[in-house]
């Protein structure tokens, strides 16, 4: 009777536990399914939809879906991978991704994502958004031209560090990451370099004062991998 | 087929790194051009661009004529490839987007420490205006290929030539976009 409740991940059976979402599930057997906003240790945001897989033959998240015993999850297909290089184009769109001098390049998801799905070029008209940056913290920068709104700060900063620094503001298109300071300036507020949001970010919006192209390159995370794994779809805009 | 593959390279609001990246195929070069005829390109000094099979775009947009020169490449060219960062999406001197481009004339042109008396933005109609943003040529015409990196490698570049010449889809080494 101990015998673990089953589901179907691209033709393979895998346990669960009773409340995972399809994500976690597929996570803790070793499965990778594409994300930039999904982080184990905290709540679910549903806001990159890179992780959409058709579950039971209908698009859902993985991060936000239950999983249940019996069911048929396709994460793997072509049809999907399109969707997610669309969304990757969208997000550089969106942003000022100069990665030629971020110097999160390299180490950096959505620069990950783009490299695995095979997206060569940006296919929309570029935003160009003008946020000023913030520097006014001793210890750490924000440049929200590079924020793709996956809420890791504001959840790990909630929900880990106890301390509420970042929040959501604005709607549609104007929607932004708002410091939660008086003066709305990251030295004003109870940030820590050590708190989980200072490091969480998963590209290079937020970082480190100071530290800067400190790996040289053939020895950034990127270079390290294997290209086999990043070679997911070849070459298409 | 008798005539030989006519290739074109121009560098627009780029740094010419493109290019040199191009150079850095090395004693490749040899054999590949053995297979084409050069037409336009800063490598030679052809001034007019004729009908080709492949134009090479390095840089994006910044001023007047590089979207004259842009347009006039994809009308003369078959394939039309955006090559590096600059081409793709701006690259780096798109950073400028962020500034009014009226006030960064004058920042560097009549107002910087240094300059002689009586210096003053330049307004020769020789000169092409700068747009008020930078932008990727994709945004102005259709581009075919997109060879990202800053700049792409050689070998990349390569891989690219080579299956255009062959009229295959290229399929690249490892993408990078820094």
Redesign the interface.
């Known amino acids: 009777m101990d015998e673990p409740s089953r589901f179907m991940l691209d033709g393979t059976a895998l346990p669960f536990e009773e409340g995972d979402t399809v994500m976690a599930a597929a996570a803790r057997a070793g499965r990778d399914i594409p994300h930039l906003c999904w982080h184990s240790a905290l709540g679910p945001s549903g806001a990159c939809r890179l992780c959409t897989v058709r579950v039971d033959g209908r698009l859902a998240s993985a991060c936000t879906t239950r999983v249940a015993a019996g069911q048929v999850v396709e994460s793997e297909t072509d049809d999907l991978h399109e969707r997610r290089r669309l969304l990757v184009q969208l997000l550089?769109?969106e942003g000022?991704?100069?990665?030629?001098?971020?110097e999160k390049?390299?180490d950096c998801r959505l620069?990950d994502a783009?490299?695995a799905l095979?997206?060569?070029?940006?296919?929309f008209?570029?935003f160009?958004p003008?946020h000023a940056v913030d520097a006014s913290h001793p210890d750490v920068w924000l440049d929200f031209?590079r924020c793709i709104l996956c809420k890791l700060c504001v959840r790990a900063s909630w929900e880990v560090d106890g301390k509420g620094v970042f929040q959501i503001g604005g709607h549609g298109t104007g929607t932004h990451v708002v410091v939660n300071s008086g003066s709305g300036l990251l030295a004003d507020s109870a940030l820590a370099a050590n708190d989980m949001a200072a490091g969480i970010c998963p590209v290079g919006a937020i970082g480190p004062k100071r530290r800067g192209y400190a790996v040289p390159i053939g020895q950034r995370a990127v270079d390290r991998r294997e290209?086999a794994d990043?070679?997911r779809s070849?070459?298409g805009? | 087929m008798t005539a030989k593959p006519r290739i074109a390279t121009v560098s627009l609001a780029g740094c010419f790194g493109c290019h040199m990246s191009f150079l850095d195929l090395d004693e490749a070069m040899l054999p590949l051009f053995e297979r084409i005829e050069l037409d336009r390109t800063p490598l030679n000094d052809v001034k007019e661009l004729g009908p080709c099979d492949v134009g090479l775009v390095e840089g994006g947009l910044c001023n007047a004529e590089n979207v004259a020169v842009l347009r006039e490449f994809r009308a003369r060219c078959k394939v039309l490839v955006a090559v590096g960062a600059c081409a793709i999406n701006g690259g780096l001197p798109a950073q400028r987007n962020a500034l009014d481009v009226g006030q960064m004339l004058v920042d560097v042109y009549r107002s910087r420490p240094g300059l002689a008396p009586g210096s003053d933005v330049p307004n020769d109609p020789e000169l092409p205006l700068p747009l008020a943003q930078v932008h990727p040529i994709h945004e102005v015409v259709h581009v075919d290929h997109f060879l990202p990196g800053c700049p792409p490698s050689a070998e990349t570049i390569g891989a690219l030539l080579t299956a255009l010449l062959v009229g295959r889809e290229p399929s690249l080494p490892p993408l990078r976009y820094d």
């Open positions: 550089f769109t000022n991704h100069f990665c030629p001098g971020c390049s390299g620069q783009g490299y095979g997206v060569t070029g940006p296919g008209e570029e160009f003008r031209n290209p990043r070679e070849g070459e805009p």
